[in-house]
C-alpha cells in the first residue's frame, strides 16, 4: 500500500502563484509514475499533469502549459506542481495519484491522495 499525501494549497488572488507538494511512502519512488488531477465543481476530474519516474517524460493539459510545472525529487519521494499566473478556473480539488506506468488517464493510477484545494480569487 503507498500512502499519498498532498500539502500546499490555499487561498490565492488571480495572477498568484502556489506549489503543491506529493509526497508518496515507499523504497521504490523513482519506479513510480506521478500524475496530478484536479476537480472543479460540476466539471469532470482532468489530468493537469504528469511526469514519469525517471523525470524523462511529462504532461501537461493544454490550459496549463506555459504557467504550471510539474517536477519531482525522487530522493524526498515528493513529487511538484508549480503553478503561476493563476486564474479562477483553476479553482479546484487537487489530487495527487501514482501510478506503474506513465499515464493519461486516471483509472490506471492506483494510489490517490485526499486532495487539497486550492481557490483561486478575482
Known amino acids: 500500500q503507498v500512502q499519498v499525501v498532498e500539502s500546499g494549497g490555499g487561498l490565492v488572488q488571480v495572477g498568484g502563484s502556489l506549489r503543491l507538494s506529493c509526497t508518496a511512502s515507499?523504497?521504490?519512488?523513482?519506479?513510480?509514475?506521478m500524475g496530478w488531477f484536479r476537480r472543479a465543481p460540476g466539471k469532470d476530474q482532468e489530468l493537469v499533469a504528469a511526469i514519469s519516474g525517471d523525470t524523462l517524460n511529462t504532461y501537461l493539459e493544454d490550459t496549463v502549459k506555459g504557467r504550471f510545472t510539474i517536477s519531482r525529487d525522487n530522493a524526498k519521494n515528493t513529487v511538484y506542481l508549480q503553478m503561476n499566473s493563476l486564474k479562477p478556473e483553476d479553482t479546484a480539488v487537487y489530487y495527487c495519484?501514482?501510478?506503474?506506468?506513465?499515464?493519461?488517464?486516471?483509472?490506471?493510477?492506483?494510489?490517490w491522495g485526499q486532495g487539497t484545494q486550492v481557490t483561486v480569487s478575482s
Open positions: 495519484a501514482v501510478s506503474k506506468r506513465f499515464s493519461r488517464r486516471s483509472h490506471e493510477y492506483d494510489y
Open positions: 515507499g523504497r521504490t519512488f523513482s519506479r513510480y509514475h
